[in-house]
């Protein structure tokens, strides 16, 4: 159980396109949401917190017109990444919590390169 | 801010068991520690969590000392597999759970 994906796996965008990254909890409502992203040989840094049917709460520092969020259902949120430059290009993570859970359960990742 | 501090690497000798230590001193009592490790460019993997009082499961032990000021996962026998970089966390528990990574440990299980 607990199982949740994310899509796609990698993407290669050009420079100025917006690229939308999907997060699914298969198997379970996932009433928060949260969103992180990893650069090379770094620990992963929380990007937001969103709570299904609101507006996401951002972490300091990151531009919430640039990185849209939207936790519509308690199985899906998505991360659409607007405008994208060489310097989003990251590994970026998202990760489900459930209503009675205290843990968060963690997708698989997805790659963007930005050209 | 990461509220956690860990060893940068540890090594390990595969079938030992892996002890790696968290020091989180600021703790609040509604905080649980959480540990997590990760696999080179794969999301993290969820290993155990506790309050206040030690709590075993299939894949390691949580010893969380009396004052809640410290932790150490045990790994009881280590295989080449659990060679990862491990994450100790601090957050509280259904209310707000923001999770804030600290830099973790690198643990590499030799042969």
């Known amino acids: 159980g607990a199982v949740v994906s994310q899509h796609p796996s990698w993407v290669i965008c050009k420079s100025g396109t917006s690229v939308k990254i999907e997060c699914r909890s298969l198997?379970?409502?996932?009433?928060?949401m949260f969103w992180y992203r990893q650069f090379p040989k770094q620990s992963l840094m929380l990007m937001a917190t969103s709570n299904e049917g609101s507006k996401a709460t951002y972490e300091q520092g990151v531009e919430k017109d640039k990185f849209l969020i939207n936790h519509a259902s308690l199985t899906l949120s998505t991360l659409t990444v607007t405008s994208a430059h060489p310097e989003d290009s990251s590994f970026y993570i998202c990760?489900?919590?459930?209503?009675?859970?205290?843990?968060?359960?963690f997708g698989p990742g997805t790659r963007l390169t930005v050209l | 801010d990461a509220k956690t501090t860990q060893p940068t690497s540890m090594d390990c000798a595969e079938g030992r068991a892996a002890n790696l230590p968290c020091n989180h001193s600021?703790?609040?009592?509604?905080?649980?520690v959480y540990w997590y490790r990760q696999i080179h460019s794969q999301g993290p993997q969820y290993i155990i969590h506790?309050?206040?009082n030690n709590e075993t499961n299939e894949m390691a032990s949580l010893i969380i000392t009396e004052d809640r000021k410290s932790s150490t996962l045990i790994l009881p026998h280590a295989t080449l597999r659990d060679t990862a970089v491990y994450y100790c966390i601090v957050s509280p528990g259904p209310t707000g759970n923001q999770f804030y990574f600290g830099t973790g440990t690198s643990l590499t299980v030799i042969p």
């Open positions: 198997d379970f409502q996932a009433t928060t």
């Open positions: 506790g309050l206040k």
């Open positions: 990760s489900a919590r459930g209503a009675r859970g205290v843990e968060q359960f």
């Open positions: 600021t703790i609040s009592g509604n905080e649980y």
